[in-house]
């Protein structure tokens, strides 16, 4: 049995895939482990609006009762925004387990690009990606999302990596990955709550038909994936000193509590969102928005080019 006979697809995105319509796949580790109830599924429905608003169909990914869901909507996404951090969260070392234990997770950014890449969908909106952890030297802590990009044909949108991670670290695995960073409409890699991080992108890209050229060579070339790097909006970001100051402040905590692994980025976020009063989430739920307005943009621009054929694709 392939990959292919776990996978759900609403019948809404199946139609638009079969007719190349434009499609933007969208996480959900973000709704049961990014977010607190009930702004997680406010965000994941006003996210999915706006991929609507311009032009492409959403389609959220999850596992959900051990199947690869593609395009959950209604009572689905409700049980998966409820049940919050007590879902699993799903990275591809917990996919085989999941399927047959038959349960209900949040898919990280690799996960989704798994099952969007199965599903046939190459463009992905997300908030941030997972990266190198600050004192990864010593922890080892690095992200199952920075091996996915580098393997799996699909572009991901992104506000950038939180500097609860080392970005500078994160960019050199990037590198090492072979994974093009692409900049829209910025020279340097944004920061998640901030517009800038002091570092570079790769090259920078100021109109979206140019970004979807990139990804569909890229996916015709067999070569993995792309990372495209959007700004939060200006009138969205927070002061870069203060958050700096909560980050530290949530790591020290994850220290003295002993939290590590896949429990790390979760507890780090929910500490930041007290830490700021909901300032942060805020400003987290804006970026995710904008960067689904982009994700739709680049999906119409690929739609109207030929479908890219993928020379290698993998589960
Ligand atoms: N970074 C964020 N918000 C998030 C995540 C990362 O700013 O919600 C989620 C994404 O789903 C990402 C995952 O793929 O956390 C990374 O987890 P880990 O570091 O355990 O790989
Ligand atoms: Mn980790």
């Not at 998966?80 to 007590?86: S, T, Y």
Request: hydrophobic fraction near 50%.
């Amino acid at each position: 049995m392939s990959a292919k006979a776990y996978l759900s697809i609403s019948n809404e995105v199946k139609a638009a895939l079969a007719a190349g319509k434009p499609v933007v796949a969208l996480e959900s580790t973000i709704i049961t482990h990014g977010m607190p109830y009930p702004q997680n599924l406010e965000m994941a429905k006003n996210v999915e609006a706006v991929v609507r608003k311009h032009g492409a169909v959403p389609a959220t990914i999850a596992i959900m009762d051990g199947r690869f869901a593609v395009g959950v909507s209604g009572d689905d996404l409700e049980r998966l925004a409820l049940e919050g951090g007590k879902a699993a969260k799903a990275s591809r070392r917990d996919v085989a387990a999941l399927l047959v234990q038959g349960g209900m997770a949040g898919t990280t950014v690799a996960t989704t690009m798994q099952i969007a890449a199965l599903a046939g969908i190459a463009i992905f909106a997300t908030g941030g990606i997972g990266g190198v952890h600050r004192g990864a030297e010593d922890t080892f802590d690095i992200s199952a999302d920075l091996e996915e990009l580098s393997r799996t044909p699909v572009a991901v949108i992104c506000a950038g990596a939180k500097s609860i991670l080392d970005i500078g670290k994160t960019l050199e695995v990037l590198e090492t990955n072979g994974v093009p960073v692409l900049g829209y409409g910025t020279d340097e890699f944004p920061a998640f709550w901030a517009r800038v991080s002091g570092h570079k992108v790769d090259h920078r890209f100021d109109d979206v038909a140019d970004l979807a050229k990139v990804v569909a060579l890229q996916i015709e070339l067999g070569m993995g994936g792309v990372l495209i790097a959007n700004p939060i909006p200006e009138a969205d970001a927070l002061d870069a000193a203060s958050i700096e100051a909560r980050i530290a402040e949530a790591i020290r905590g994850a220290e003295t509590e002993g939290v590590s692994r896949k429990a790390l980025t979760p507890f780090l976020l929910n500490r930041i969102f007290e830490l700021t009063e909901g300032r942060s989430l805020k400003s987290n739920i804006a970026l995710v928005e904008n960067n689904a307005k982009v994700a739709a943009q680049i999906a119409v621009a690929l739609a109207a080019r030929a479908q890219p054929k993928p020379a290698i694709r993998r589960a």
